[in-house]
DNA sequence: TTTTTTCATTTGTCTGACATTTGGGCTTGC
DNA sequence: GCAAGCCCAAATGTCAGACAAATGAAAAAA
C-alpha cells in the first residue's frame, strides 16, 4: 500500500526518498544541514555507502549539496531556475532524441505555447528585448552563418520573445521545449530561401512586439509553425529515404 | 573552458556526466548495457564506489536502469513521460514552495498554456475527456467533499482538459504547473460560494468542449485565472496577517 | 526432451581505512 | 588586549576488500 517507489526499491533510493519527501513537506527547510553520512547511516541502520549514494541521488537532483571540511555536510538547496534549466532541457532532448515524441508533436506543443506567451510579450517587451531579438536578427543576415550557428541564433531570439513575457515559469517551460528541439532542428539544411522565409517573419514578430500588437505576434508564430512543420517533413523524408 | 559541471567537481559528477553526455549524444542507445561497475571503475581509474555514486545520479534522473544477476547490469532508459512526470512535478513543487515563484506568477504561467490548449482540445476531444470532466464535475457538486478532495478533483478535470489536446509534450509540462500549484491551492477554503463558482466554469468549458467552440473555452479560462487569483489574494493575505 | 542443479557474473551492502578540505580554537608574539 | 599563524577535529571524498543476494545460463540428472 505504500508508495510503489519506495516499496521493493534499493536501500539507497529508499533512503532518498524519504529525505527528498522531507524536503517536499517542508521538514527539512532550505539552506539546513542534514546530519552527518555517519549519523545518517546510524538512523537509518545502514552503513555509510549506502548513505553516500542516497545523497548522491538527491545531489543529482539538485535537491541538496554538499560542502567539505569541518562545518561541511548536505545542505537543502534553494532550488534556482539555472539549475532546474538543465535538468528540462536534458529531459526534453532525451523525450525527443528517444523519438517517444514525433517531431511534429514537439513542434505543435512549442509554438502552443509560444503563442500563449505573445500577449504578455507584447504587453510587457522592454527596449532590452527587442535589442535582443533584433541583435539576433542582425546575425542570421549573415550569409555566411553556418546552419548550426543559425539554429542557435534562433534559439536566442525566441528565448528573449519568451522573456519578454516576464513571466520565469514560462521561460522555464519554454527553455526545455525550444532547446529540446535544437538537435532535430540542427539537421535542417537552412537554405538561403527558407532563411528568408523565417527572417521576413522574425522581424514581423519584432514589429508587431514593439507596436503592443499581440494579435500580429500570435498570427506570425502561427505562420512560422507551419513552416517550421513544412522543414521539418523534408528531414523526416530524407531521413527515411537514407534508413529504406 | 570546459563545462562548469565537470571541471572541478567531484570524480563520481564528473563520470556521470561523461556518461549522461554519451547518452545525450546518441553514443550510447536506449537499452544497450553499459559496462559491469568493475570495468567502469577498471576504465575510468577509480573505485567501485566512485562508479557506483555516478550511476546513482543517472539513475536519479531515469537515465538508467540496474539489473541484478548474471545477465544484469545498468541499461540505458527509454525515457518515458511517466517517468519524466514524476520529476516534473516535483521540481515545480519546490520551485514554488520555496517562493523562488510568487502564486500570481505561477497562476499566470498555468493558465496562459492551458489557453495554449484550448484550440487543440476543442478540436480533437473526445466522449472520452467530456466524460472524464462530467465526472470530476459530479464529484465538486457533492456539498461534503473537503477542501483537500475538491482540489484534487480540480487537478483532474483540468489534466482532462490538457489530455484532451492529444499532445503528451502539453500534458507533460502542463502537469508539473497544474500539480506544482497544488499545495499552495491546499490552502485555499473553497466555501459554498467559491465552488459554485469554480463549478460554473468548469461546466462552461465542458459545455464548451464539447461544442468545439475554442473561444468560449478561452474566455471561461480567463475568468477562471482570475478567480483563481482572487483566492490565492486571500491565502497571501491571511498568511502575512498570521506573520505580521 | 524435460527438469533440476550448479555456477559464474553482477549488483547491493557492509566494514575499515586513508586523503583532503576547512573552519574553529589555541598558541604565540607584539 | 589584539592580531597572525599553527594545530586539530570534523566532515566529505576516495579506495580496497569482503560477503550477500539475485539471476540467467550451462551442466547434470531424470
Redesign the interface.
Known amino acids: 500500500m505504500k508508495k510503489s517507489s519506495e516499496n521493493a526499491a534499493d536501500l ?2 529508499r533512503i ?1 526518498g524519504e529525505i ?1 519527501d522531507a ?2 513537506a ?1 521538514r527539512l527547510i ?1 539552506d539546513e544541514r542534514l546530519p552527518s553520512e555517519a549519523e545518517l547511516a546510524n538512523q537509518f541502520n545502514v552503513s555509510r ?1 549506502t548513505v ?3 545523497l ?6 539538485s ?1 541538496i549539496r554538499t560542502q567539505r571540511g569541518a562545518t561541511g555536510g548536505a545542505f537543502v538547496n ?4 539555472e539549475d ?1 534549466y538543465g ?2 532541457i ?2 526534453s ?3 525527443l ?2 523519438n ?2 514525433s517531431f511534429d ?2 513542434c ?3 509554438f ?2 509560444e ?3 505573445a ?2 510579450a507584447a504587453e510587457r517587451r522592454g527596449p532590452d528585448h527587442l535589442a535582443r531579438m533584433r541583435a539576433e536578427i542582425a546575425r542570421q543576415q549573415q550569409p555566411d552563418l553556418s546552419d548550426e550557428a543559425f539554429c542557435d541564433s534562433d534559439v536566442a531570439f525566441h528565448r528573449a520573445l519568451v522573456d519578454a ?1 516576464g ?4 521561460s ?2 519554454l527553455a ?2 525550444v532547446e529540446g528541439m535544437l538537435p532535430l532542428m540542427n539537421m535542417i539544411t537552412f537554405t538561403a530561401r527558407s532563411r528568408e522565409n523565417i527572417l521576413r517573419l522574425h522581424i514581423e514578430i519584432t514589429d508587431a512586439l514593439e507596436r503592443h500588437d499581440a494579435d500580429a505576434v500570435t498570427e506570425a508564430l502561427s505562420a512560422l509553425e507551419t513552416y517550421t512543420l513544412q522543414l521539418g517533413q523534408q528531414v523526416i523524408v530524407a531521413r527515411s529515404a537514407r534508413n529504406g
Chains 1, 2 share one sequence.
Open positions: 539507497s533510493a532518498a527528498r524536503i517536499v517542508g532550505v555507502s553516500r549514494e542516497a548522491k541521488r538527491l545531489a543529482a537532483q535537491l534553494r532550488l534556482r531556475f532546474a535538468q528540462q536534458t529531459t532532448t532525451l523525450l532524441s528517444m517517444e515524441v508533436v514537439a505543435e506543443a512549442r502552443a505555447m503563442r500563449a506567451c500577449p504578455l513575457a513571466n520565469p515559469v514560462l522555464y517551460q526545455g521545449a
